[in-house]
């Protein structure tokens, strides 16, 4: 049972979409919100360029493939460009992959790994989330 004192998913974090030119697409969404991007940032390790706009609480996050055999570049291949994922904040993310992969979710990476925007990651396999693609992601402590 579901009580807002136990909230282990705190809000959407952002929105990835995934597009064919990081360029191009950033002219197509700062004409739609009426400004600019906040940060471009490469995470080789998942091969991909990102642009992230931040769209009231929620960021939208623009993803182009850097490599040829990235999840992107094969996302894009099969279902062309489009809502990619969508990402959920949590306050602990070890704690939460072991509650889900508990309750019968299937997780994608059994260990939470770096991702863009100073963010630690994991997703969950979207056959277990009636086909949506969903991350989790929990901001990095920042070292002083």
């Excluded at 400004?35 to 960021?59: C, D």
């Excluded at 306050?91 to 990476?109: N, P």
């Excluded at 979207?126 to 992601?137: A, D, I, Q, Y």
């Amino acid at each position: 049972m579901y009580h807002e004192t136990n909230k282990m998913i705190k809000k959407i974090e952002h929105i990835g979409i995934a597009v064919k030119s990081l360029e191009q697409s950033n002219k197509v969404f700062e004409r739609l919100f009426g400004f600019s991007h906040y940060k471009l940032e490469k995470v080789e390790s998942e091969g991909v360029s990102t642009s992230f706009f931040m769209l009231g609480e929620t960021k939208i996050e623009l993803l182009e493939a850097s490599a040829e055999n990235s999840a992107i570049a094969k996302f894009i291949e099969k279902k062309g460009e489009g809502i990619h994922h969508i990402a959920y904040e949590v306050d602990d993310i070890t704690t939460e992959m072991a509650r889900l992969k508990s309750e019968g979710f299937e997780l994608i990476h059994q260990e939470a790994k770096d991702g863009a925007d100073n963010k630690r990651i994991c997703f969950l396999h979207p056959k277990s989330t009636n086909g949506v693609l969903v991350e989790l992601c929990q901001e990095k402590i920042k070292q002083s």
